[in-house]
T-cell receptor, first 118, second 112 residues
Framework: GAVVSQHPSRVICKSGTSVKIECRSL??????MFWYRQFPKQSLMLMAT?????????EQGVEKDKFLINHASLTLSTLTVTSAHPEDSSFYIC??????????????FGPGTRLTVT | GQQLNQSPQSMFIQEGEDVSMNCTSS?????WLWYKQDPGEGPVLLIA?????ELTSNGRLTAQFGITRKDSFLNISASIPSDVGIYFC????????????FGTGTRLQVTL
């Protein structure tokens, strides 16, 4: 259990265009999902928290108008990178929050999306 | 954003050896999680720890939640080639936000 998928796995786009990335929890419902960005040889940096039915919460320094997040259902969150530029090229990873057996929460990650902006 | 200090940064070991890595924080966390990430993939959850002092095993992996709630360690016994990858610790606070703060990562390479 606890499978999270992402689509697409890789995308190349031209500078100035927009790209949408989907994150789905396949076998559980997730009211909360998270979006991370990871640059080569670095750790994961949280971009935003995606809440089903409400606005996303963005981390400091992340432009909410550039990285649009929509969490329209309990199993789907989307991240749209608007007017992409080469510096937006990165590995984008989502995670979904699931209640664990001991009352805590566990995050399960998707396989990631490699975005390259030319 | 904040990152947790993880050490060592990288290590080369021989197959069959035991491995130990740790993670420290200046802040208290209520949950510690350990993940493994292979190149081009998302992190995979290995072990979750919920109580200070808790020691939990998952096969050849053992992790402990430090008493001060500011640290955790992960041990891998009898390493095998497929243990290669990057290991991340992550601390989580309670509450609905449940955001993770990640460690800087430990890159493990296993030689035959």
């Amino acid at each position: 259990g606890a499978v999270v998928s992402q689509h697409p796995s890789r995308v190349i786009c031209k500078s100035g265009t927009s790209v949408k990335i989907e994150c789905r929890s396949l076998d559980f419902q997730a009211t909360t999902m998270f979006w991370y960005r990871q640059f080569p040889k670095q750790s994961l940096m949280l971009m935003a928290t995606s809440n089903e039915g409400s606005k996303a919460t963005y981390e400091q320094g992340v432009e909410k108008d550039k990285f649009l997040i929509n969490h329209a259902s309990l199993t789907l969150s989307t991240l749209t990178v608007t007017s992409a530029h080469p510096e937006d090229s990165s590995f984008y990873i989502c995670s979904a929050l699931r209640v664990a057996g001991q009352g805590g929460y566990e995050q399960y990650f998707g396989p990631g999306t490699r975005l390259t902006v030319t | 954003g904040q990152q947790l200090n993880q050490s060592p940064q990288s290590m080369f070991i021989q197959e069959g050896e035991d491995v130990s890595m740790n993670c420290t924080s200046s802040s208290i966390f209520n949950t510690w999680l350990w993940y493994k990430q292979d190149p081009g993939e998302g992190p995979v959850l290995l072990i979750a720890l919920y109580k200070a002092g808790e020691l939990t095993s998952n096969g050849r992996l053992t992790a402990q939640f430090g008493i001060t709630r500011k640290d955790s360690f992960l041990n891998i016994s009898a390493s095998i080639p497929s243990d290669v990858g990057i290991y991340f610790c992550a601390g989580q606070t309670t509450g609905t936000a449940s955001k993770l703060t990640f460690g800087t990562g430990t890159r493990l390479q296993v030689t035959l």
